[in-house]
C-alpha cells in the first residue's frame, strides 16, 4: 500500500522568503501526486498534480513541485511567500491502477506559519 | 454556489446518538469519497463509493456507515456517535475517464462534529 510522509509538522517562514515543504511517497509503480492547502476553516484546494511528464510542476498562486524519482520525493516550493500563504498543506499520492479510483492517501500535513 | 456541499457544517451532539451528515454534488463525477480529519493526522478514508451500487470501505471504517443515494448524494452515518469520533469530516468528488484519470479529489467545504 502507498504511504505519504512529510517530515515537518510546523514550518516558520518569513513573509517574502523562499519556502520548500518536504513530501517523501512511498508506493512501487508510477504515482500520481498532489498537493492540497487547506486555510483555516476552509476545505481543501488543489495546488498543482504529477502524473506524467515534465517533472518540474507550475500550480497556482505561484507554486511550483519537482517529482525526483530516485528520492521519492515530491516537494513544493516557492520563491516568496506572502500571509495569506499560513495553511495547512498536504502532500497525497494515488495509484496508478485505477488512477486513484480508490482515493488518495494523504500525509499528516505541515502547517505554515508565515512571519512579518 | 459549491459544487461539492456539505450539510450540516457544524453540529454538536451528545454519545450514543445517531447522525448523519450529507453530502451532494453538482460536478456530475460518479466517484464520491468520505474522509476524516484530524489534527497531526491529516485525512484518513472512512468510506468511498465508485457508483449507487458500490460502496467500499476505507482505511478507518468502523463505527460509520454510508449510503449512495442517487450519483449526487452520499451520506455517512454515525449510528452511536462516541467522543473519539470528534472530527471534521470531508465529502470529495472524483472524475474516473479510464486512462485519463488521475485521481484528483474535489473536496466539501467540511462538517465539524463535536461528540459530547
Known amino acids: 500500500a502507498q504511504s505519504v510522509t512529510q517530515p515537518d509538522i510546523h514550518i516558520t517562514v518569513s513573509e517574502g522568503a523562499s519556502l520548500e515543504l518536504r513530501c517523501n511517497y512511498s508506493y512501487g509503480a508510477t504515482p500520481y501526486l498532489f498537493w492540497y492547502v487547506q486555510s483555516p476553516g476552509q476545505g481543501l484546494q488543489l495546488l498543482l498534480k504529477?502524473?506524467?511528464?515534465?517533472?518540474l510542476v507550475q500550480g497556482i498562486k505561484g507554486f511550483e513541485a519537482e517529482f525526483k524519482r530516485s528520492q521519492s520525493s515530491f516537494n513544493l516550493r516557492k520563491p516568496s511567500v506572502h500571509w495569506s500563504d499560513a495553511a495547512e498543506y498536504f502532500c497525497a499520492v494515488g495509484a496508478f491502477s485505477g488512477g486513484g479510483a480508490d482515493g488518495l492517501t494523504f500525509g499528516k500535513g505541515t502547517h505554515l506559519i508565515i512571519q512579518p | 454556489d459549491a459544487d461539492v456541499t456539505q450539510t450540516p457544517r457544524n453540529r454538536i451532539t451528545k454519545t450514543g446518538k445517531r447522525i448523519m451528515l450529507e453530502c451532494s454534488q453538482t460536478?456530475?463525477?460518479?466517484?464520491m469519497y468520505w474522509y476524516r480529519q484530524d489534527p497531526g493526522l491529516g485525512l484518513r478514508l472512512i468510506y468511498y463509493?465508485?457508483?449507487?451500487?458500490?460502496?467500499n470501505k476505507g482505511e478507518i471504517s468502523d463505527g460509520y456507515s454510508v449510503s449512495r443515494q442517487a450519483q449526487a448524494k452520499f451520506s455517512l452515518s454515525l449510528e452511536s456517535a462516541i467522543p473519539n469520533q470528534t472530527a471534521l469530516y470531508f465529502c470529495?468528488?472524483?472524475?474516473?475517464?479510464?486512462?485519463?484519470?488521475?485521481?484528483?479529489?474535489?473536496f466539501g467545504e467540511g462538517s465539524r462534529l463535536t461528540v459530547l
Open positions: 470529495a468528488t472524483s472524475d474516473y475517464k479510464g486512462l485519463e484519470n488521475t485521481g484528483e479529489l474535489f
Open positions: 463509493s465508485f457508483d449507487v451500487k458500490d460502496i
Open positions: 460536478k456530475g463525477h460518479d466517484r
Open positions: 504529477y502524473f506524467s511528464g515534465d517533472t
